[in-house]
């Protein structure tokens, strides 16, 4: 799971720095990597958010997907 946060956080960060990288090389600028960098770091906390609530969702309600399955056997 640590991996998991890890790579939600590294991916969209070092995905558009990367991206930002190559467009001010061949647009000759110098903020584009700063601003998607910005950008991929909104986006990797963003991932980190859900996925937290997703796990704390999933404690609080344990399988509730059981009860359905429990009516049809009736």
């Excluded at 640590?2 to 600028?29: E, H, K, M, N, W």
């Excluded at 950008?39 to 990797?44: H, L, Q, R, S």
């Excluded at 399988?63 to 009516?71: A, K, L, Q, V, W």
Aim: charged share 20%; with cysteine.
């Amino acid at each position: 799971m640590i991996l998991q946060f890890s790579l939600f956080l590294l991916v969209p960060i070092c995905g558009l720095s990367a991206l930002g990288y190559f467009l001010d090389r061949y647009f000759g600028t110098r903020w584009i990597m700063i601003v998607l960098f910005f950008v991929g770091a909104v986006a990797g906390f963003q991932n980190i958010f859900r996925f937290a609530m997703s796990i704390m969702a999933d404690k609080k309600d344990p399988d509730t997907s059981n009860e359905s399955s429990g009516d049809s056997e009736k």
